[in-house]
């Protein structure tokens, strides 16, 4: 009996060997330490190009392995499409992070998991930011743009605090029908950080030690929960107060219109598909996708032309022939202005907003002959794709002319193919960010010409590119100046306020 006992273990042995030599190898990676893995190696200054340059040494899958997961970088538009598109269930999923769940933002569909609530709060976005909802939101949104540009013609020193005003000011009368005040912006900046901070790599021991999130606030060590509960109490106050408020609203009966109101009465006279769960994620969601990650790409337009005022002359140059110069385009006039569409995308390009995406595979999968482990954290580095030199020509340099067909080559790559996401988790906001980006474009540059700040001796100095290393990658703080056209579009927003 003991003999047939040890043949048996010694059989178990022998396969689990041989399966384990037979089971695809890991990518390659830089060695790391038997304690620590690859954690010392890992950058911390803007990481994609780093990563990017590592791809001469490693190609475009590296393994890495720190904070007691599985880290995959990948490079490339091919292998980013395969995994996020064409095994799309497989790789729905976000990674776990533990912060992001201790402050409350679990349920915003950024951050959900792949489950029935993230599916209908989808779809319950798509349904209300797509093309065909542009009556809802178009007025809406040019009113708020207007004033966007007058706020810049009374104090155009403030533009940054104008901006996030401004996206503020559309998304809340949009999803719950009220203006803002300075404590709601006030609120809004805080939570922004708040998320910022909750991302941040390494900055968070449960984020390392999962376990933790289950102790009580009161233990030595446990001050990340104790500052996880504060910012998850103002979130949900944040959401939750305007909600219920449009709830109690249409409860009375009243003709309310906004996109919380609207779905409302769907749900409660039982015509809509969907629920108020989804309703109240998508609310959430909708302030989170449209104002950090909009308010960096405004910012970047305008880092772009000011230092680009080539750029900037073509632009205008197409408004004026277009539009004219005696009233600031509309939505309608987008499919007219292929030179302002195109520096859109260029912008897009030249920094995306989100320069690596997180997935999470749901189970082992094997890709390339290299094998990808369950809850991998596998990170898609959409900058080094918006700088392939076998996508784009000369990837450094602001051009948007590479968006025109040429009698040399075809128009490049439009990089909303992969700026707003793949597969199942796609940006579903992403019509109403091209109508967005668009118009506040073509109405600053219709209005003003963004010119480089002064020096001390008065001569204009052109502010640094560079940016932030953040989850949403923000231009580095930089001065411009918006001096007005002799058009006298200006003068007029200036009377009609």
Request: hydrophobic share 40%; net charge neutral; with cysteine.
């Amino acid at each position: 009996m003991l003999y047939i006992l040890a043949v048996g273990c010694c059989v178990l042995l022998l396969a689990k060997v041989v399966l384990s030599r037979l089971r695809a190898p890991l990518p390659p990676g830089p060695k790391g330490t038997l304690w620590h893995g690859n954690l010392h190696q890992l950058p911390w200054v803007e990481p994609w190009k780093v990563f990017t340059e590592w791809t001469k040494s490693y190609g475009p899958l590296i393994y890495l392995h720190a904070y007691g997961r599985n880290i995959l970088i990948v490079h490339g538009f091919g292998p980013a499409a395969d995994l996020m598109d064409k095994r799309a269930l497989l790789y729905a999923r976000r990674p776990k992070w533990s912060m992001a769940a201790l402050t409350g933002r679990s349920q915003n569909i950024a951050f959900m998991d792949h489950n029935e609530r993230q599916r209908k709060a989808r779809a319950l976005m798509q349904s209300a930011l797509n093309p065909r909802a542009q009556r809802e939101w178009g007025p809406v949104l040019e009113a708020e743009t207007t004033k966007l540009i007058q706020n810049l013609v009374i104090s155009p020193e403030d533009y940054k605090r104008h901006v996030k005003w401004y996206l503020a000011s559309f998304i809340n009368r949009f999803t719950f029908g009220f203006e803002i005040d300075d404590a709601h912006q006030k609120m809004a900046d805080e939570l922004s950080a708040h998320t910022q901070q909750a991302l941040r790599p390494g900055r968070w021991v449960v984020d390392i030690v999962p376990a933790l999130i289950y102790l009580p606030e009161w233990l030595p060590g446990m001050g990340f929960k104790r500052w996880a509960s504060e910012a998850k109490a103002k979130f949900n106050s944040f959401v939750d107060v305007p909600f219920q408020a449009i709830k109690r609203s249409v409860m009375s009966g009243s003709d309310d219109r906004c996109m919380v109101a609207n779905m409302l009465r769907e749900i409660m006279q039982g015509e809509s598909k969907f629920d108020e769960p989804a309703l109240i994620s998508a609310a959430s969601s909708i302030y989170t996708a449209a104002t950090d990650t909009t308010a960096a790409i405004l910012l970047n337009f305008l880092l772009l032309i000011t230092t680009h005022p080539e750029v900037q002359q073509k632009a205008y140059a197409e408004i004026r022939e277009i539009v004219g110069s005696d009233r600031l385009p509309h939505l309608a006039d987008q499919a007219s202005l292929p030179y302002i569409n195109a520096v859109m995308k260029e912008v897009h390009r030249f920094n995306p907003v989100t320069p690596m995406i997180p997935r999470s595979p749901v189970q082992d999968d094997n890709y390339n002959d290299y094998r990808i482990p369950q809850d991998t954290w596998v990170m898609f580095n959409i900058w080094s794709i918006a700088h392939d030199s076998t996508l784009y020509a000369d990837p450094d340099v602001f051009r948007p002319e590479r968006h025109f067909a040429s009698s040399k080559a075809e128009p490049e790559m439009d990089p909303r193919e992969f700026t707003f996401g793949f597969g199942k988790r796609i940006c579903p906001g992403s019509a109403l960010a091209n109508a967005q980006i668009y118009l506040v474009i073509s109405t600053i540059l219709s209005v003003f010409e963004v010119r480089p700040p002064l020096n001390d001796e008065g001569r204009e100095e052109m502010p640094p590119i560079a940016y932030t290393s953040t989850f949403v990658s923000f231009p580095k703080p930089f001065s411009c100046r918006f001096v007005p056209r002799n058009n006298g579009l200006a003068q007029q927003l200036a009377l009609m306020i």
